[in-house]
């Protein structure tokens, strides 16, 4: 797996979330509540609006289109269910997060 860096942890505070680019794509970062990096594709699986506009309460993201809500730990939607978040794998290397570029691709 080739990872690259998106950000240092200094750069998502925890329970906050924030849009970064990488090699051209663009990637949500999300800091839960308890602590784990996660990352995703920043457009709401339902009809593509930017999920950067919605809520998140540190493990739930909201779409603000349509109020759609999603576990960010699963990435799976919980209302209303049978959809999910397109999910980056993470690593964090020293205070850098880094995401898997071949989860980019795809």
Not at 31 to 50: M, N
Request: with cysteine.
């Amino acid at each position: 797996m080739t990872y690259r860096r998106v950000c240092s942890m200094d750069e998502l505070w925890q329970g906050e979330m924030d849009l970064f680019e990488v090699e051209g794509r663009k990637v949500l970062l999300l800091h839960t509540s308890k602590g784990e990096i996660r990352a995703c594709d920043p457009r709401c699986p339902h009809q593509e609006f930017q999920l950067i506009d919605g809520d998140f309460d540190g493990e739930t993201l909201i779409c603000s289109a349509h109020h759609w809500e999603f576990d960010v730990a699963s990435g799976a939607s919980v209302n209303p269910t049978g959809d999910a978040l397109k999910v980056f794998s993470v690593k964090i290397e020293g205070d850098d997060i880094q995401v898997n570029m071949e989860d980019l691709k795809h």
